[in-house]
């Protein structure tokens, strides 16, 4: 299992969102983030004055996938995601060692996804 955590800029989402559904991946987590990059700060003149804007807001999306379908996910956040401009953002792929359903005790793979029809609210 692998966890893919992206730092993307907040209207690549929608459509990351709409079609990471559409291909059978509904279960993510989004949170608003503050980082930098390798550009570290960039510097804003305000009333007279210039300030340097350390952090800038990312969204960071985390989904947490089978081995084989790493692959489908990275591609459709750099199709969506990339701008061609500097702080188009990143992808992380980490080891994922365990996965548990709360609700029944389940582990593994079988809880990451479903490409079936949703039982419910999640
Ligand atoms: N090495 C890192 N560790 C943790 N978070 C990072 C790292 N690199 C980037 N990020 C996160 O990703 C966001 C976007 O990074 P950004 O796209 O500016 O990267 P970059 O390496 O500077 O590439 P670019 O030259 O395209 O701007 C950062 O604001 C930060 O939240
Ligand atoms: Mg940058």
């Not at 291909?23 to 340097?52: A, D, H, M, N």
């Not at 350390?54 to 996910?73: F, H, M, Q, S, T």
């Not at 459709?76 to 990143?90: M, Q, S």
Request: net charge negative; glycine share 10%.
């Amino acid at each position: 299992m692998k966890k893919i955590e992206a730092f993307i800029r907040h209207e690549a989402f929608e459509p990351i969102r709409t079609e990471l559904l559409e291909q059978g991946f509904p279960s993510l987590s989004i949170s608003e983030v503050k980082g930098s990059g390798r550009q570290k700060g960039v510097v804003e003149t305000y009333r007279g004055s210039t300030l340097t804007v350390n952090v800038r807001p990312k969204l960071k999306i985390e989904c947490v996938v089978e081995d084989k379908d790493k692959g489908l996910v990275v591609e459709t956040i750099l199709k969506h995601a990339r701008t061609g401009e500097v702080g188009d953002g990143k992808i992380f792929v980490i080891p994922v060692e365990e996965a548990i359903r709360i609700r029944t005790g389940e582990g593994g793979e079988p809880v990451l996804q479903t490409h079936e029809e949703s039982e419910g609210p999640k």
